[in-house]
């Protein structure tokens, strides 16, 4: 089996964009962003509960997204990409204690000046329907509110957390957390960066050499 791969990198680093294509490689991709996104499509109690927190840009609190994330994967049984968890240290000792233990793992971080995520975090896109990631400047879909990947007619949206102010909460956050994660995969000798600030295909590229 893979080893496990952690994503480690600011919001608009390009984590969902690269884990939906390494699931061509035989990965399964775990978002706990689109799986709290699901909750309040779904109008659950929980989905209730965290949809402030997520308009803000804050972080939901670490028992409820353990408890989302546990309740969501086997990693017996297939290597996952776990995008946006851990978030700060506490999840990172979390998803060893009671997830991972001493299964084989890699953390990949995605190193980017903060400064040019704004502007990729605003013009992103989402597809409702299939999660395609677009751009609206750098990655627009081929017809005007049509998705590439599925077909679906104006289903492609805008993140309600995307605004200028939210992001700049984002992150500002991420930048007060990465640094102890960091440092928690490198003691172990877990930890490698990639250059996030390339081309799509070449931060993909890089990954494959990684993960090879
Ligand atoms: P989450 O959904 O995880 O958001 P995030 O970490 O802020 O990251 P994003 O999804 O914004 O960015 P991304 O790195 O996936 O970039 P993408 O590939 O889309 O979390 C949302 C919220 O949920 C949190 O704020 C928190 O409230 C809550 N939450 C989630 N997990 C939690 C946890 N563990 N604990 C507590 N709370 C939690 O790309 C962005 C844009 O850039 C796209 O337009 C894309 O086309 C473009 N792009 C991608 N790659 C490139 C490239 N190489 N060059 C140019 N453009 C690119
Ligand atoms: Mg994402």
Same mark, same amino acid.
């Given at each position: ?11 608009? &680093? ?7 294509? !390494? #699931?061509?490689?035989?990965? $399964? ?15 659950? +109690?929980?989905?209730?509960? =965290? ?7 804050? %972080?939901?609190? *670490?028992?409820?997204?353990?408890? %989302?994330?546990?309740?969501? @994967? /086997?990693? *017996?049984? =297939? &290597? ?15 998803? +060893? ?8 793992? !890699? ?6 000046? !903060? ?5 990729? =975090? #605003?013009?992103?896109?989402? @597809? ?16 005007? /509110?049509? @998705? *590439? ?7 492609? $949206? ?17 930048? /007060? ?14 930890? =490698? ?7 799509? $295909?070449?931060?993909? &590229? ?7």
């Amino acid at each position: 089996m893979k080893p496990h791969l952690i994503i480690l990198g600011a919001p608009g &680093s390009g984590k969902g964009t690269q884990a939906a294509k !390494l #699931v061509e490689k035989g990965f $399964k991709h775990i978002s706990t962003g689109d799986l709290l996104r699901s909750e309040i499509a779904k109008g659950s +109690e929980l989905g209730q509960k =965290v949809s402030g927190i997520i308009s803000r840009g804050d %972080l939901v609190d *670490d028992n409820t997204v353990m408890a %989302l994330l546990k309740a969501n @994967c /086997d990693v *017996d049984k =297939v &290597s996952y990409i776990f995008d946006g968890f851990p978030r700060n240290i506490a999840q990172a000792e979390m998803l +060893e204690a009671e997830l991972l233990q001493k299964k084989k793992t !890699l953390a990949v971080y995605f190193k980017i000046d !903060l400064g040019v995520l704004i502007n990729r =975090v #605003v013009n992103r896109r989402t @597809c409702g329907s299939c999660g395609e990631i677009y751009n609206l400047t750098t990655k627009p879909p081929r017809v005007a /509110d049509v @998705c *590439d990947r599925c077909g679906s007619v104006g289903t492609i $949206k805008q993140r309600k957390d995307d605004t200028q102010e939210v992001v700049a909460n984002r992150l500002k956050i991420f930048a /007060d957390t990465v640094e102890p994660m960091l440092a928690f995969y490198r003691s172990k000798g877990a930890l =490698v960066e990639i250059d996030a600030s390339m081309q799509e $295909k070449v931060v993909f &590229s890089e990954l494959g050499k990684v993960i090879n």
